[in-house]
């Protein structure tokens, strides 16, 4: 059971390119997250999607916009990548709307932006 | 605006003793509290919550505590073993969190770095 798959692991970019994030999970969970995560920061909630179809912006929306392919997947994109999205990004889904619970998260995707 | 407070960067602990991770809120709209872990290169993992209905959830060696009047909840990890080294992050939900449902929709904490030495 993969439960939540994250790719690319690594990435390196220079500033101005542009870039997606995939994530898939095979839980059949109905929402999905992006968060990124910063020393001293904790997790940061980028985007999330709490069903197949919708999409909300989190705490730190700016400079990444998101799709929800389908149940499955939930990719975010840098349009132009700046030095300050140098992070690593996690995905997460959960059960919904059962109520509220844990997430579940994938590796993580370490990316720089030079 | 850190609406959820880690204030320990880290915590060393001997093998065998106690760990008492701590975390202050401070948005009293937040009904239900997490603890997960994290190893380095690896993605957070679900470890133990507790609603605000409660004061206390036991889970084997991990217990979590909440004061609702305090807005502090706390990790006790007794005994503590080298295995429990990772990072712990504290988070919450609830009608705090901004825009829409708040279910799933968590704030966490900035992280304790905990060590436990054998």
């Known amino acids: 059971n993969a439960g939540v798959t994250q790719t690319p692991k690594f990435q390196v970019l220079k500033t101005g390119q542009s870039m997606t994030l995939q994530c898939a999970q095979d839980?059949?969970?109905?929402?999905m997250y992006w968060y990124r995560q910063d020393p001293g920061m904790g997790l940061r909630l980028i985007y999330y999607s709490a069903s197949e179809g919708t999409t909300d912006k989190g705490e730190v929306p700016n400079g990444y916009n998101v799709s929800r392919l389908n149940k499955r997947e939930f990719s975010l994109r840098l349009e132009s990548a700046a030095p300050s999205q140098t992070s690593v990004y996690f995905c997460?889904?959960?059960?919904?709307?059962?109520?509220?619970?844990?997430?579940?998260f994938g590796e993580g995707s370490r990316l720089t932006v030079l | 605006d850190q609406q959820v407070k880690q204030n320990s960067p880290s915590l060393s602990v001997q093998e065998g003793r106690i760990s008492i991770l701590n975390c202050d809120y401070t948005n009293s709209m937040f009904d239900y509290f997490l603890w997960y872990k994290k190893y380095p290169a690896e993605g957070p993992t679900f470890l133990i919550s507790?609603?605000?209905?409660?004061d206390k959830n036991e889970d084997g060696r991990f217990t979590v505590f909440l004061n609702k009047s305090a807005k502090h909840l706390s990790l006790h990890i007794v005994p503590s073993q080298p295995g429990d080294s990772a990072v712990y992050f504290c988070a919450a939900s609830g009608e705090g969190n901004a825009g829409g449902t708040s279910y799933g929709k968590l704030t966490f904490g900035q992280g304790t770095i905990l060590t436990v030495h054998p």
């Open positions: 507790i609603s605000s209905i409660k």
């Open positions: 997460a889904s959960s059960l919904q709307p059962v109520g509220v619970g844990e997430l579940f």
């Open positions: 839980m059949n969970h109905n929402s």
